[in-house]
Structure formats: structure tokens, C-alpha cells
């Protein structure tokens, strides 16, 4: 037998200690690729074959009565200029700041993502935003 020690690819992925390998058809796999590049797909915050295969089974066993969901998201603490949001599927809190009339996500590091968009949810969030005269972007469709 010989041993591989993979292509740059698999050297570049990520490692993810508690994660297990699930094999689906190629066929679903494909699937699974096109269904990334919809904008339902965005919308949801999946990202990768493992986020759709993992919200797939929840969605099953959540049905089934053998999982029972926690909400991907909860606020924190409130501060001067930001927000602090728990995303318990990322295991990891973001800091939404608010500055300068823009929005920026620390673990994101981009001006538009889920975490903002939860924190734009939150009543006591845009109530201070909107008596600070923070130019609030327009709500977005949610994901049914
Ligand atoms: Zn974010």
C-alpha cells in the first residue's frame, strides 16, 4: 500500500477536529454545487458541500424529533459603537461595529454577512441606530 500525502488542495483545507466523513452520491454532490451558487443558498449562510450536507440532516432529524435546533444566533451585549452576536453554529461571537456610517463584521471581515444582518433584528439595535441617524440599509427578503 502506499501512502499519500495529497495535492495542495487537501493540504489547504481546513482541519476540523470533531467532524466526521459522510459519503453522498456524485450525483448529489453535483447537485450540492449548483445549489451553492443559488442565492437561497447565500442567503442561508451556506458556504460549503459540509454546511448543506450538515443543515440537510438537521432538517431531518430536526423533523424526526432527534435534534433540536438552538438558535444560530444571539445578542450579546450592546456597546458604544458595536454589537457582540453569538453564532452558536460557528461556535465564535462577532463584533458588529458600527462606524462611520458603515457596518463591519470582525470574524467576517466584511461589511455584509449574517451577523449584521441578525444585528440589524434587533429592535434595541436599530432604535439606537436610527436616533444616531446611522443610515440603515434596506431590510433584506429572509430565506423561508
Ligand atoms: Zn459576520
Given at each position: 500500500m502506499t501512502y499519500s500525502t495529497g495535492g495542495t488542495a487537501k493540504m489547504t483545507q481546513k482541519a476540523r477536529p470533531n467532524w466526521d466523513k459522510i459519503n453522498v452520491p456524485a450525483a448529489m454532490s453535483d447537485l450540492i454545487d449548483q445549489y451553492l451558487q443559488t442565492d437561497i443558498a447565500k442567503q442561508r449562510g451556506l458556504k460549503s458541500k459540509s454546511d448543506v450536507a450538515t443543515e440537510g440532516v438537521k432538517m431531518l432529524l430536526e423533523r424526526d424529533g432527534m435534534y433540536i435546533r438552538r438558535p444560530r444566533f444571539q445578542h450579546l451585549n450592546m456597546y458604544e459603537d458595536h454589537v457582540k452576536v453569538i453564532d452558536n453554529e460557528m461556535g465564535r461571537i462577532a463584533s458588529v461595529y458600527f462606524r462611520h456610517e458603515k457596518i463591519y463584521c470582525d470574524i467576517c471581515?466584511?461589511?455584509?454577512?449574517i451577523h449584521a444582518d441578525f444585528a440589524l433584528t434587533i429592535p434595541k439595535v436599530v432604535k439606537i441606530l436610527e436616533e444616531k441617524g446611522f443610515p440603515l440599509p434596506k431590510p433584506k427578503p429572509k430565506p423561508t
Open positions: 471581515d466584511a461589511n455584509e454577512c
